[in-house]
Nanobody
């Protein structure tokens, strides 16, 4: 069983950048695909990005393409989410989550929260206008 801890959130002005980290322990990190999700107040949790176990594949929701970059360092048991050109609508609690496969049953990248087995506690990102 893997435990996940997010960090790196904070308050930033629109147009600024933040780098989130998701540190894992308690399991073989390279056996897990890692996804990032976010949840704004009053809204459902939504998919942001996912990276495969060895980092060769990644996928993003349309609203963050070209602004966010997901990466991983398996030697450090950490996944990163570099967020640039932040917008007020990016404000949310950001969660990382783990599952054994990058792909879902339909053979596409896993983008549904219910498909993930392990979750971190979240880190708040607030973007001011």
């Amino acid at each position: 069983q893997v435990q996940l801890v997010e960090s790196g959130g904070g308050l930033v002005q629109a147009g600024g950048s933040l780098r989130l980290s998701c540190a894992a322990s308690g399991g073989t990190f390279s056996r897990y695909a890692i996804g990032w999700f976010r949840q704004a107040p009053g809204k459902e949790r939504e998919f942001v990005s996912v990276i495969s176990r060895l980092g060769f594949n990644s996928y993003y929701t349309d609203s963050v393409k070209g602004r966010f970059t997901i990466s991983r360092d398996n030697a450090k048991n950490t996944v990163y989410l570099q967020m640039n050109s932040l917008k007020p609508e990016d404000t949310a609690v950001y969660y990382c989550a783990a599952r054994s496969s990058y792909y879902s049953r339909d053979n596409g990248p896993s983008t549904s929260a219910h498909e993930y087995d392990y979750w971190g506690q979240g880190t708040q990102v607030t973007v001011s206008s």
